[in-house]
């Protein structure tokens, strides 16, 4: 079945560590998002990739990085300077940035 | 004020019952509006898709988009327990979707 796979399903962060979510699609899109999600606000976008190599920053890119060096693949690094991390983070992918989104099943990242 | 205003809810109706859910936005460049339902701890799941003004109907769902007065609604017919779930508008003018913050619906036997 074709999808988008994120891992972990939790995860937890020690002050001062970066952390790393995964996103893995078999669809074949050519763009890929990350968003945050808090409770009682809509996803908040923090990057997004239309294809590979290439990536541009959201709303509420400060504290984050990304890499695209697949088109399958486009992981999330959450750093230290993000100060506010927890939060539900939702991967997507499009075949192209015209068309509606699909999405994984999340990861909800807590500070330890 | 926001760019999309959803009432986050919750909305609590009878197993049956016809629900409406609804959006306001402020950006009359929007021309391509979605539903997704996202249940608990899972990802939203893209339910209806819509270009421009008009009605769509799939299943028991039925998307509405009313232009003039910047107001979309998602009819839900016959609702069942499993309908229970956020519901999130999302809408574009060109390729960034702006998103409600989702109205929590609960159906009940």
């Known amino acids: 079945d074709g999808g988008i796979t994120q891992s972990p399903k939790y995860l937890f962060r020690k002050e001062g560590q970066n952390v790393t979510l995964s996103c893995e699609q078999n669809?074949?899109?050519?763009?890929m998002y990350w968003y945050r999600q808090d409770p009682g606000q809509g996803l908040r976008l923090i990057y997004y990739?239309?294809?590979?190599?290439?990536?541009q920053k959201g709303d509420i890119a400060e504290g984050y990085s990304v890499s695209r060096e697949k088109k399958e693949s486009f992981p999330l690094t959450v750093t230290s300077a993000q100060k506010n991390p927890t939060a539900f983070y939702l991967c997507?992918?499009?075949?192209?940035?015209?068309?509606?989104?699909?999405f994984g099943d999340g990861t909800r990242l807590s500070i330890l | 004020q926001k760019e999309v205003e959803q009432d986050p809810g919750p909305l609590s109706v009878p197993e049956g019952a016809i629900v409406s859910l609804n959006c306001t936005y402020s950006?009359?460049?929007?021309?391509?509006f979605m539903w997704y339902r996202q249940y608990s701890r899972k990802g939203p799941e893209l339910l209806m898709y819509?270009?421009s003004s008009g009605n769509k109907e799939d299943g028991r769902f039925t998307a509405q988009v009313d232009k003039s007065s910047k107001y979309i609604s998602l009819f839900i017919r016959d609702s069942q327990p499993s309908d229970s779930a956020t519901y999130l508008c999302?809408?574009?003018?060109?390729?960034?979707?702006?998103w409600g913050a989702g109205t929590k619906l609960i159906i009940k036997p």
């Open positions: 997507a992918s499009s075949r192209d940035r015209a068309q509606p989104q699909h």
């Open positions: 669809l074949n899109h050519d763009a």
């Open positions: 990739s239309q294809i590979v190599n290439d990536f």
């Open positions: 950006n009359s460049a929007f021309q391509y």
């Open positions: 819509t270009y």
């Open positions: 999302a809408m574009s003018a060109d390729y960034q979707l702006i």
